[in-house]
């Protein structure tokens, strides 16, 4: 059945909003609430780091935990420059600038992974198994890393809350315009090597209808209106997919089905938060342009 599991997505996402929405409203009004939101960004993200790193390693625990340190370090690097530079209840603009952090602290970590590989490992491998190593560390760093991070970087915003709240609806939105429209409408696969159960017609789907919302709560977001709004609404929207498909590839280079099995309906935690991962970059890129350049 096409939507055999649709009621336990359901009731998973319920849970999930309602959480977000009580974190949300606790962070809007208190520094508490503040600090509330960003240790359960970090938890979450690395939650999502352990999971990408055992898709990376799956049975050496050792070399588990240091890929999820490496995973982990961008969004813990940024979180700790943040609150050293600007004190533990910041609300302002300049954590934007935070970018140049999260981009030397992710590169440093596929530096690292590449030496690991290349060069420190012992153990006798072929070129593939490096290869493969490679693709699926770089992958991790660059979605969970990197987009950990600019999710860190957004909730330090003086309007943090209303910025992540627009980009949750257009996500959302698109998620699931993609997941009904690919499921009634059917038609040529999105990437069929990478993630056969996507198709074109769901994809756009979900442009249409994100972009649909992006437009409606406009409002929430700061440097965006009129066609801007709709171009910035586009690239996030094409940011979440991008995340998607990377997450899809992550998986199919380690023949896994689910990153983890935390969520009824949805797999992982990372399998739910792909798209906003993919989705924070570009919009931390958006921010970090319009409000520090």
């Known amino acids: 059945m096409a939507f055999a599991d649709l009621w336990a997505r359901i009731r998973t996402a319920t849970l999930m909003v309602a959480a977000l929405a009580g974190l949300f409203l606790f962070a809007e009004f208190s520094c508490l609430g503040h600090l509330a939101l960003q240790f359960t960004l970090l938890a979450a993200g690395a939650l999502c780091s352990y999971e990408a790193a055992s ?26 420059w943040g609150i050293l530079n600007f004190g533990l209840c910041y609300f302002e603009w300049r954590p934007a600038r935070g970018l140049a952090v999260t ?45 950990g991070a600019s999710l860190v970087g957004l909730s330090g915003l003086d309007n943090s809350i209303s910025i992540l709240t627009w980009l949750l609806l257009v996500v959302c939105s698109n998620d699931i315009a993609a997941y009904f429209g690919g499921r009634l409408l059917q038609g040529p696969k999105l990437s069929p ?13 979900g442009l249409i209808v994100g972009a649909l919302v992006g437009l409606v709560f406009q409002q929430q977001l700061p ?38 099995t935390l969520l ?30």
């Open 193 to 205: 090597l990478v993630s056969p159960g996507k198709t074109v017609s769901g994809s756009l789907c």
């Open 55 to 80: 898709i990376c390693v799956k049975s050496d625990n050792r070399k588990k935990f240091v890929w999820l340190g490496l995973i982990l370090a961008p969004m813990l690097i940024l979180f700790i």
């Open 103 to 147: 981009l030397v602290a992710s590169l440093a970590s596929a530096l690292f992974c590449t030496i690991w590989l290349i060069v420190v490992r012992q153990e006798p491998q072929d070129l593939e198994k490096i290869k493969s190593g490679l693709l699926t560390s770089y992958l991790s760093i660059l979605l969970v890393g990197a987009g």
């Open 223 to 260: 440097f965006a209106n009129g066609f801007i709004a709709i171009l910035l609404t586009l690239l996030i929207l094409i940011g979440a997919q991008l995340g998607d498909l990377c997450e899809s590839l992550l998986k199919r280079v380690a023949s896994v089905k689910d990153s983890g």
């Open 264 to 293: 009824p309906g949805h797999g992982g935690l990372l399998d739910r938060a792909d798209a906003v991962l993919g989705a924070s970059i570009v919009l931390y890129v958006w921010i970090f342009w319009n409000s520090w350049l």
